[in-house]
């Protein structure tokens, strides 16, 4: 077993530093590059999909509660089977993977900008009503600066999910890191499967790291 | 929809749920189990906190299926193999909310349960316990339907519940199974939020009638 | 100043901010769920003067207060400010010219001091110019520190947080300022300092001012005019602080206005309106055998000794004096000191408590210099009371 182990890691190390790895299609930055793509793709839709909704719901107060239920739920949507779904349905492409990530990324940004918004202090927000701004003006200049950070942190939260959740792509014969962990589990070849994951898990921190320094810069200074 | 191929496969479809039902509810189950007394240990430490969530939150980042196969060589096709995936991910979720809920009581109710002679256990069960339970349950929510879309990815590996439908769907290029694994494992996540929301109402009197 | 001297003024107001008197006509509000939280009131706020709304907890005050600057529609009747009926008029516009100031100050944390006070111009679109020079204005006009304008404010204490609001709300330099519990929310020090300083800062801008609160005492020290609400949306009494006093409406008043209304009464009249005694007094370089014969001749049990200046030195009374040397100076004898001292501008409330505590059965008054002006006595105050 610590043998299994030691010949794991030496076959995770041997495959990181052969050069033929790193070059051409196939290579490790090539599966990176499609990787990234995928998940900017999917988040940059689910947020002009979620933040709307989110923060309309939030600003307005109204079918909130009913909204977030539903969002809830739209976790449990299994993002396997939509996948091989819209790959029957609509063959093959980037379109399954991206309705699928899409449907992954919305629910945690609905509920979190709702949540967001509607935990601006009520006398903020009527104190904004109160000096005559108009809804346009609360919404921009006070709700949304507020809200902010826990608006970022659902944004954070769903492109970390996409990240480890697009490895599925490769198994309706997409590229990205997903490509390691199924081909790898066709061959048995489990130090590819590690090198895959490790590299996903490096990606997915990456971006937790590259959010929190966007949300320490965007957010107020007030706030903080 | 083909309602001929569902007729003819009821059997394979209700054994597909049940397997679902029983992944999720042994995953939940165990990832309590340890969540709850490494929460109470980082409660009572806090220097724990700080490195435990790192820690958690590193181990979030591993995609599910890379885990699941990772598992392979140690337990091999069975059973054990997404069940130790799925109780990893459900006790990460569990783990951060337990935390959080216990984290929550305010000071002065502590304080207040000490002046009044609480042991510290029985603080724990009488008092801290329960007003935790709202962010507590609200985890458990977020886990049970986390792990219901999730254990459809162990069909890969050979288990995988209603996971198991959508194979048999790509496989045929026949979209009948899929759609049914899908509407059922969806219903399932309802029906165990709904019932957790149930649970939740049921041990809250106190939050009756506040929003 | 008195009550009488803000009302000359408002007087004069009048004409510069003609549009600003607020008329209540039969205005009744009925929430949702038939709450009538305003039943058919009548009610004018004269321009320029402070008005206060009382009452018990949900008579209603926040609900009409809130029904002028329409962050309430009224469910019926008419509210116009001036000639003007507030329904007609832009909801947003309107709220520009009204300040208004909230019992926790609502402030937007995400925004400096300056930028909160800000707001309102900057709506209104001045230059950036004059919003500095009007931002630095007002955080001198209510009393803050301008280090403190570049803060947060959840860098500031309550008390200073209340006066960034109040600033907010007087920014655009709005004829009416609407105040709910302005100073509800910080501890009873702060408050008495806050309303001294409201004062007098409304003695300077003379605006059109309707505030909410639960306290009594504070509606009648502040208010030209209070108006005591009755559950159930119904006005009381709508009088001056002196009128309600000396002729309440009804039972609900008397007890709301509370037992000791007698002494209310006494915090609005001032020393200068009496009538003072001269009392009797000695030069501190008096030798005890005259003083002796004063003290018999007059039948008092005591003297008050001043200094070169006329400033009481203490109370001598008979006790010590019959004991004393009769060629001994009196200022060498043990004199008592009075704890309070009690000038011409203070009211007759202060003065009852001063004479509490006196030594004698006499309290010195003093002009502003602090000479003596002579004493009051029990019987003056009591007279005073029926
Ligand atoms: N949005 C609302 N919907 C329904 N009823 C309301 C609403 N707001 C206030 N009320 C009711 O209207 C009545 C008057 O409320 P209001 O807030 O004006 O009272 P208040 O005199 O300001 O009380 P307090 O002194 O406690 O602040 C109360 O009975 C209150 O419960
Ligand atoms: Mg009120």
Same mark, same amino acid.
């Given at each position: ?48 999909i ?30 396997f ?21 899409v ?9 979190n900008?709702f ?77 590819q ?29 007030g706030?903080? | ?34 969540? #709850? ?91 801290e ?44 290029? #026949? ?32 939050q009756?009638?506040?929003? | ?20 008197a ?50 309430e ?21 309107l ?12 402030l ?173 007094t000695?030069p ?26 006329r ?33 011409l ?42």
């Open positions: 077993m610590n043998n299994d182990v030691m010949s794991l890691l030496a076959g995770v190390i041997d495959f990181f530093s052969q050069p033929m790895n790193w070059q051409g299609p196939g290579s490790i930055l090539a599966h990176i590059t499609e990787h990234i793509t995928y998940v900017v793709i999917a988040t940059l839709i689910g947020a002009a979620a933040l709307p909704v989110g923060i309309g719901l939030g600003h307005s107060g109204r079918g909130g509660l009913l909204a977030i239920n539903i969002s809830n739920i739209g976790r449990a949507i299994p993002s089977g939509v996948i091989i779904l819209v790959f029957l349905l609509a063959g093959f492409g980037v379109m399954p993977v991206i309705v699928a990530l449907a992954l990324a919305i629910p945690p940004m609905v509920t900008s949540v967001g918004m509607r935990e601006v202090d009520p006398a903020v927000r009527q104190a904004a009503v109160a000096l005559g701004m108009t809804g346009w003006q609360r919404l921009w200049q006070v709700e949304l600066p507020i809200a902010m950070p826990l608006i970022m942190a659902g944004v954070r939260t769903s492109a970390v999910q996409v990240m480890s959740t697009a490895t599925l792509a490769a198994y309706v014969g997409l590229g990205g890191l997903g490509r390691y962990l199924i081909d790898g589990l066709a061959v048995r070849d489990l130090a499967v590690l090198v895959g994951a490790i590299l996903v898990a490096v990606l997915a921190m990456a971006t937790e790291l590259l959010f929190a320094g966007l949300q320490k810069l965007i957010t107020a200074k706030l903080q | 929809m083909n309602w001929g191929w569902v007729a003819s496969n009821t059997h394979q479809i209700t054994a597909a749920l049940l397997q679902h039902v029983q992944l999720v509810g042994l995953a939940l189950l165990f990832g309590f189990l340890i969540a #709850f007394p490494l929460a109470l240990l980082a409660v009572r430490w806090p220097r724990l906190y700080g490195p435990s969530l790192a820690v958690t939150g590193v181990m979030f980042t591993i995609p599910s299926l890379a885990l699941f196969i990772l598992l392979m060589p140690f337990t091999g096709l069975s059973m054990a193999t997404s069940l130790i995936g799925l109780t990893i991910y459900t006790l990460l979720i569990l783990f951060r909310n337990i935390v959080q809920g216990l984290r929550g009581v305010s000071p002065s109710v502590r304080e207040a349960a000490r002046a009044l002679g609480y042991t510290p256990a029985r603080r724990l069960f009488t008092v316990l329960p007003i935790a339970l709202p962010v507590i349950v609200a985890g458990i929510r977020i886990a049970a339907v986390t792990i219901i879309g999730m254990v459809t990815v162990t069909a890969l590996i050979g288990q995988g519940g209603l996971g198991q439908l959508f194979i048999t769907g790509f496989t045929l290029s #026949f979209a009948t199974p899929l759609v049914i694994g899908f509407v059922l494992s969806v219903m399932l996540a309802v029906a165990v939020d709904l019932a957790l929301v149930g649970i939740q109402y049921w041990l809250t009197p106190w009756r009638g506040v929003r | 100043m008195t009550n009488d001297h803000r009302q000359r003024a408002s007087a004069e107001d009048r004409d510069t901010h003609d549009s600003s607020i008329v209540f006509e039969g205005v009744t509000k009925r929430y949702g769920d038939g709450t009538v939280a305003v039943d058919k009131l009548d009610l004018t706020l004269p321009a320029g003067e402070l008005t206060v709304l009382v009452g018990p907890s949900g008579c209603g005050k926040t609900t009409t207060l809130r029904m002028i600057n329409r962050l529609t009224l469910s019926e009747g008419q509210l116009l400010i001036g000639d003007r009926d507030v329904m007609s008029v832009d909801a947003t516009r709220r520009r010219q009204i300040g208004y100031v909230m019992q926790h100050s609502g937007f944390p995400h925004k400096t001091i300056a930028d909160n006070i800000a707001v309102v111009p900057r709506l209104l679109g001045w230059g950036k110019k004059r919003i500095r020079e009007r931002v630095a204005e007002l955080v001198e006009l209510v009393g803050l520190d301008e280090a403190l304008a570049e803060r947060y404010p959840h860098q500031l204490s309550g008390g200073q947080q209340q006066r960034v609001g109040l600033a907010r709300a007087l920014a655009a330099d709005p004829p009416i300022l609407l105040m709910d519990e302005p100073f509800a929310a910080v501890d009873p020090i702060v408050r008495t300092h806050l309303q001294e300083e409201f004062l007098s800062l409304q003695r300077r801008v003379q605006k059109t001012i309707v505030m909410v609160t639960h306290d009594i005492d504070e509606a009648m020290k502040l208010g030209d005019r209070v108006a005591i609400f009755a559950q159930g949306g119904r006005l009381a009494q709508f009088d001056t602080p002196a009128q309600l006093l000396s002729a309440p409406a009804s039972d609900f008043v008397v007890d709301f206005i509370g037992a000791d209304r007698e002494l209310r009464r006494l915090a609005l009249e001032r020393l200068d309106s009496l009538e003072l005694d001269a009392g009797l000695a501190r370089d008096e030798i005890v055998a005259r003083a002796r014969s004063y003290l018999q001749q007059a039948g008092s049990g005591g003297i008050v000794v001043l200094d070169e200046q400033a009481p030195l203490g109370w001598l009374d008979w006790d010590t004096l019959k004991q004393a040397d009769d060629r001994a100076r009196i200022d060498s004898l043990s004199l008592k000191p009075w704890r309070h001292r009690l000038y501008h203070d009211n007759l409330r202060s003065a009852l408590n001063a004479l509490i505590s006196s030594p004698g059965e006499v309290m010195p008054v003093l002009n502003a210099q602090g000479r003596y002006m002579g004493v009051i006595d029990q019987l003056q105050l009591t007279r005073r009371l029926s």
